[in-house]
């Protein structure tokens, strides 16, 4: 079962009941604010007792304040809970050192964090030393723990071996399994998949799919498989129909699926049960987080018909019940840690101040204390160093090559004729081989364009001028990682990815800066997609259809079939 997320020595217990009690004396008094309550539903005029990292009584006594109990007397404000995200990804061009001070002063006070990211680059026994100093930090790092690889690839296999994952599921900082991409393997009898699953089950932790588009029979059978909860509903009838089979339903406002506004229009009409729902941003890229990260996403849903309270709940007590953690996190009660945000409006999510643990972390937006971060460059995400080049000649001139057509900023469909659309060439290159295809539906004008975050192993690069991709390349492996492009032979633009290709070090704020930029230069040059870091990430992952650039070939991805196998180079 889910263990303490922060045990509760013996002096701080009786602390607290003392301060419960009123014959011991608070830290703190919240006087005069109205709480959301997350558990009924109500709004309560109600102070709120603080002891050490934890609320110790909320009500109308002042037994408990004392010459040395601080009073804060916020009339007219709102407390609220600290906000979950239930289902973050980290490592999205920014990481998470960067993610947690950008998401921690708008209110985000716990995360359950994809693992991916890091736990392919640095041994287990360092993967888990990682997570334990990032749980030291005022924000809760909490994580998931992936059960296969997203893509197919059999060298990866070892890293979800059951034995090493019944280590990761047993740590206390590890909350669930998934989410879960390779369901079709697992309907197919994988039996690797299955024994991590049946793991996660017996220490009584959750399991989490990734299921777009599934039918109602899919969705039955993987919950018969274990499967907890979902995040991949694109309308209001997908929700309720993962909801009525007893799935945890997470709606998603991402810069890939922003697909919150509709979703909750669509359930207007629905008077059913809302304490299985749950919200996030599924790692947005960061032009998406402008506007903020869960304080948007209450926004978002309060402006377009949500309850004010249902939607708190949604990113509060929900999360926190289906994790398992609502003893700790989720809700303003005694016993539970003081993570508590002060909101000057009940339709403003935006907090003016963020209390972590009993201390006040942040304040009108502004982080009011530091703590260490990861040093990423010596745990497996240093910069790419490599000596390999490309030249134009590395590029072939063949015609007949595979048409991918981007039908979004995450679909591509193969193509037998490209008709009147302007075709580029795309290549996914790296030291020993390369893979070609003409590609279609990206930027027309764009010359040379080349990019190190992909789900595969190798340099992304496409244009109408293979002189260009090649220096765009080569300027990429340069700066250790990065996007570039090139037009008429000079670098128009360059974003450094210092970790591993595929992270930044700098602070959100300004990265969020420079990512609009490259959106910006891309529509100019013809793209017409809304997410263009996900494309770049997604042309080679092999969970999403049709057709993608690997390093085993142009793959369809259903049939598994190789159209096109990688050329090596020279």
């Known amino acids: 079962?889910?263990?303490?997320?922060?045990?509760?020595?013996?002096?701080?217990?009786?602390?607290?009941?003392?301060?419960?009690?009123?014959?011991?004396?608070?830290?703190?008094?919240?006087?005069?604010?109205?709480?959301?309550?997350?558990?009924?539903?109500?709004?309560?005029?109600?102070?709120?007792?603080?002891?050490?990292?934890?609320?110790?009584?909320?009500?109308?006594?002042?037994?408990?304040?004392?010459?040395?109990?601080?009073?804060?007397?916020?009339?007219?404000?709102?407390?609220?809970?600290?906000?979950?995200?239930?289902?973050?990804?980290?490592?999205?061009?920014?990481?998470?050192?960067?993610?947690?001070?950008?998401?921690?002063?708008?209110?985000?006070?716990?995360?359950?964090?994809?693992?991916?990211?890091?736990?392919?680059?640095?041994?287990?026994?360092?993967?888990?030393?990682?997570?334990e100093q990032m749980g030291t930090w005022p924000i809760k790092m909490l994580w998931s723990a992936r059960v296969d690889p997203q893509t197919e690839a059999e060298d990866l296999r070892p890293f979800f071996a059951p034995e090493r994952m019944k280590r990761l599921l047993a740590h206390p900082l590890v909350v669930q399994a998934g989410e879960l991409t390779a369901w079709p393997q697992l309907l197919n009898g994988d039996t690797q998949i299955a024994e991590n699953l049946l793991q996660t089950m017996q220490m009584g932790k959750r399991i989490e799919g990734h299921l777009p588009g599934a039918s109602l029979e899919t969705l039955s059978m993987l919950a018969?498989?274990?499967?907890?909860?979902?995040?991949?509903?694109?309308?209001?009838?997908?929700?309720?129909?993962?909801?009525?089979?007893?799935?945890?339903?997470?709606?998603?406002?991402?810069?890939?699926?922003?697909?919150?506004?509709?979703?909750?229009?669509?359930?207007?009409?629905?008077?059913?049960?809302?304490?299985?729902?749950?919200?996030?941003?599924?790692?947005?890229?960061?032009?998406?987080?402008?506007?903020?990260?869960?304080?948007?996403?209450?926004?978002?849903?309060?402006?377009?018909?949500?309850?004010?309270?249902?939607?708190?709940?949604?990113?509060?007590?929900?999360?926190?019940?289906?994790?398992?953690?609502?003893?700790?996190?989720?809700?303003?009660?005694?016993?539970?840690?003081?993570?508590?945000?002060?909101?000057?409006?009940?339709r403003e999510p935006t907090p003016i101040a963020v209390m972590a643990e009993g201390r006040w972390v942040a304040r009108s937006g502004n982080l009011l204390e530091s703590w260490p971060g990861v040093d990423w460059q010596t745990n497996g995400m240093g910069k790419l160093q490599v000596n390999w080049r490309v030249a134009e000649s590395d590029f072939t001139r063949e015609e007949n090559l595979p048409i991918i057509h981007l039908e979004n900023p995450a679909i591509t469909r193969l193509l037998e004729d490209a008709g009147d659309r302007t075709v580029l060439h795309a290549a996914l290159v790296n030291e020993h081989s390369i893979v070609e295809a003409n590609l279609t539906g990206m930027a027309d004008r764009m010359d040379g364009f080349a990019c190190s975050n992909t789900a595969s192993i190798g340099i992304f690069t496409f244009g109408r001028d293979r002189a260009s991709m090649a220096q765009a390349v080569n300027r990429v492996l340069e700066i250790g990682g990065g996007v570039?492009?090139?037009?008429?032979?000079?670098?128009?633009?360059?974003?450094?990815?210092?970790?591993a290709g595929a992270m930044a070090e700098q602070e959100l704020e300004p990265l969020i800066l420079q990512v609009q930029t490259l959106i910006r230069l891309l529509k100019e040059r013809g793209h017409t997609h809304y997410d263009p870091i996900f494309t770049m990430l997604f042309i080679s992952a092999t969970h999403l259809p049709e057709v993608r650039l690997t390093t085993d070939g142009v793959l369809h991805v259903k049939s598994g079939h190789v159209i096109r196998p990688p050329r090596t180079r020279n």
Request: overall charge negative.
């Open 224 to 346: 018969a498989g274990g499967l907890t909860a979902e995040h991949e509903a694109m309308t209001a009838e997908e929700v309720i129909r993962r909801l009525r089979i007893g799935y945890w339903t997470t709606l998603r406002y991402s810069s890939l699926r922003p697909d919150l506004p509709e979703i909750v229009q669509g359930l207007a009409g629905y008077h059913g049960d809302t304490k299985r729902i749950m919200m996030t941003t599924d790692g947005s890229t960061p032009a998406f987080l402008a506007e903020g990260f869960t304080d948007e996403l209450l926004r978002v849903a309060m402006n377009n018909g949500m309850d004010p309270i249902v939607a708190y709940q949604t990113v509060t007590i929900n999360p926190a019940t289906y994790y398992g953690l609502d003893g700790e996190i989720g809700g303003i009660a005694p016993g539970r840690l003081a993570d508590i945000l002060v909101l000057e409006d009940l």
């Open 1 to 131: 079962m889910q263990q303490r997320l922060r045990p509760v020595e013996p002096d701080a217990y009786f602390a607290i009941l003392g301060v419960a009690k009123g014959k011991v004396k608070a830290d703190l008094y919240l006087r005069g604010a109205t709480v959301i309550n997350v558990y009924t539903g109500e709004l309560q005029e109600v102070n709120v007792a603080v002891k050490g990292k934890h609320i110790a009584y909320v009500g109308m006594s002042d037994a408990m304040v004392g010459p040395e109990t601080k009073t804060v007397d916020l009339e007219g404000r709102f407390l609220c809970p600290g906000y979950i995200e239930p289902h973050c990804h980290p490592f999205n061009t920014y990481n998470p050192t960067t993610l947690a001070r950008f998401v921690l002063p708008r209110g985000t006070t716990a995360m359950v964090n994809d693992n991916m990211g890091l736990y392919l680059r640095v041994e287990l026994d360092r993967f888990l030393e990682l997570i």
């Open 484 to 499: 570039v492009i090139v037009e008429n032979g000079q670098i128009l633009f360059e974003m450094e990815l210092p970790l």
